[in-house]
């Protein structure tokens, strides 16, 4: 997939920190304000967007990008035939887990489903589960063999 400017522009920005405050106010009170109660929905679609525009070869492609996004430590902790489950893990992870009621990580869970269905050529989909005592999210992610993806390749 070829990069546009606005990608190779970003690039520029992998190695820069911003504040939690700043990253958490965008994520957590600007998006569901601009997107209504459908946001959660939407973040996993807006994840898939995210994934397709940056396509990521191998399963350890997944965890640098979500460590250069700022997203958190990913571990794959879980692979067969037709699932993997992820841990997400971080120190804002455990602070949004502590402080949020009710966390959203849709974003994520969109990204990873369409990373491995591009990398399977089938159709993937991403569960997240909450696990506030252990300061972590579990990524379910499960395909089907016989659901096939036509490749643009």
Request: aromatic fraction near 12%; proline fraction near 3%.
């Amino acid at each position: 997939m070829k990069k546009n400017s606005k990608d190779t522009h970003l690039e520029a920005f992998k190695e820069y920190s911003v504040p939690a405050f700043g990253y958490e106010m965008f994520r957590e009170v600007l998006v569901p304000e601009i997107l209504g109660h459908e946001y959660q929905s939407m973040l996993y679609w807006a994840g898939k967007k995210l994934a397709r525009k940056f396509p990521i070869e191998t399963v350890e492609g997944i965890s640098d990008f979500f460590l250069s996004a700022g997203f958190g430590t990913l571990t794959l902790i879980h692979k067969n035939r037709n699932e993997m489950e992820f841990e997400l893990e971080g120190e804002l992870i455990a602070l949004r887990l502590q402080e949020m009621k009710e966390p959203c990580f849709q974003l994520e869970a969109g990204f990873i489903a369409q990373q491995l269905e591009q990398m399977n050529e089938q159709v993937t989909e991403s569960y997240e589960q909450v696990k506030k005592r252990g300061n972590k999210i579990v990524f379910t992610v499960k395909w089907d063999h016989k659901d096939i993806v036509l490749s643009n390749r």
